[in-house]
């Protein structure tokens, strides 16, 4: 039994609360979380939570938005009691997987630039990104990468020369009231808004050749709305997960635990304490004892960017570790990236464990049982700690080369369980409960980061 610590559930894993509360030997904290016919989110706290050390579990699997906003809402409940401590507890954390680089159907774009560059168009790297009004925008280097070099060929020339071969036009021209303009841009005698010899005040004309604007000159908009980034240009998008960190702060979050983060640097994110809690030992326990000849299997990682997870349970259970390249190679034909995968590994005649730490459409870990199931392999096992399994995800599972899918209860799994047969869930709710028990006591919890 726990005393003076209270713990609430959002609407997400009602049932992962409830193991968790059973564990820790305390009722569940009474609350009501519902939504008004508008669609706000009504939040009212039944206990007391004064003085009292909080904790909220809330998932991010389901309607993710509905429950971010439920968690933050009942944060600032708490707060507003007058809790000592609010803790947020988020097995799957909301928007751990917004990547620094939008990734489209056909994958991610180039880092390097386009192999030829028209010379009658201008490139973001060519112009400055919004040029100032009367600036002339001068001359592209398109294939220079020494500036000093390109520079140099460069011939300036006052007036209305030409650079490097381009007819430069004056965007600033003075016009009298007849209707002619110098050639140097001054009327007779007079000065920039002052009045000439005929009592005739000068005007402004502005103008430039069409086809010399870039994409961020307002004043041709047409082309905005049929921009097109070229492969080589980086698109700056919102850091979708440093938002919910801001968000978790500023509703009064004290301390935040989640389950296997999809990007650790996440953890740096935060000006508040934050716990990654791992489910390691969970996956490493079922290979022991459901896999047989564990020891003989191999453990594969779908991609690289999960390869150091892959290696550290395979070195610690002794076994051989294979991995899957995914490369994309765009054709000189449909100028189309194709993603190619490409086994590095030997897993003929043998039983293949898949891991990874999220599965959503499960298109990656499909394609892998294909590929290791095409060399060779035995068996198929998939270990994910995280199985969203959106869209289309349990039909694939059904009708792939897998035999077995394991997942934890990170997100509720009824649903999933009841269609497809070859789903298995393993439990987090000790791994919670003793996390919230040693926070609450002030102990560390650098035992459970111990997965070796």
Known sequence: MVRNIVILSGNSHPSLSESVCNMLGIPSGNRILSKFSVGETRCEIQDSVRGKDVFIIQSGGGSINDHLIELCIMISACKTGSAKRVTAVLPLFPYSRQPDLPYNKIGAPLSKPPTEVPKDKYTFESVPATPGPGIIKSASFNRETDLSRAMS??????????????????????????????????????????????GHSAIYQTHSRAGSYTTHDYENPGLISTFQAKPGYKRWVAQAGTLVADLLTCAGADHVVALDLHDPQYQGFFDIPMDNLYGRPLLKRYIQQNIPDYKEAVIVSPDAGGAKRATAIADSLGMDFALIHKERRPTRITDRQNATMMLVGNVANRVCVIVDDLADTANTITRAAKLVRKEGATAVYALLTHGVLSGDAIARINASALDKVIVTNSVPQDEHKKLCPKLEVLDVAPIFAEAIRRIHHGESISVLFQYD
């Open 153 to 198: 060929k460069a011939s300036l020339t006052n007036g209305n020369g030409s650079v490097n071969g381009l007819q430069r036009t004056n965007s600033e021209n003075y016009i009298n009231n007849n209707g002619h303009a110098n050639a140097n841009g001054n009327t007779n005698g007079s000065t920039n808004g002052s009045v000439n010899g005929d």
